[in-house]
């Protein structure tokens, strides 16, 4: 399973991006998803995940900046961004969760991810 992020770009510092990924199957109500991200030079983390039952999860550094969300009707999640920080830039990826809980395994592979850059 690998799955295609979009909507990354340039954007100044205390901007704002949505991303989204969508992913095929008809099994996507019932599962969880999670963004993550690679910053140059950076092990790649965990931004934020939720849970089939709508349940989240953030990083510390995107608390009340980032909000995750999915549209099970379109098999999509995304990412709000808001007052990004020059911290944020970095390749994203979304993910998916082996069952509805984000503390389950990833399925699939990483993909190409989407890059968002933030500028002062």
């Known amino acids: 399973v690998q799955l295609q992020a979009f909507g990354g770009g340039l954007v100044q510092a205390g901007g704002s991006l949505r991303l989204s990924c969508a992913a095929s199957?008809?099994?996507?109500?019932?599962?969880?998803m999670g963004w993550y991200r690679q910053a140059p030079g950076k092990q790649r983390e965990l931004v934020a995940a939720?849970?089939?039952?709508?349940?989240?999860k953030y990083a510390e550094s995107v608390k009340g900046r980032f909000t995750i969300s999915r549209d099970n009707a379109k098999n999509t999640v995304y990412l709000q961004m808001n007052s990004l920080e020059l911290e944020d830039t970095a390749v994203y990826y979304c993910?998916?969760?082996?069952?509805?809980?984000?503390?389950?395994?990833?399925?699939?592979?990483w993909g190409q991810g989407t890059l968002v850059t933030v500028s002062s």
């Open positions: 199957g008809s099994d996507f109500s019932g599962t969880a």
């Open positions: 993910r998916k969760y082996y069952g509805g809980s984000y503390s389950g395994l990833l399925i699939g592979s």
């Open positions: 939720i849970s089939s039952g709508g349940s989240t």
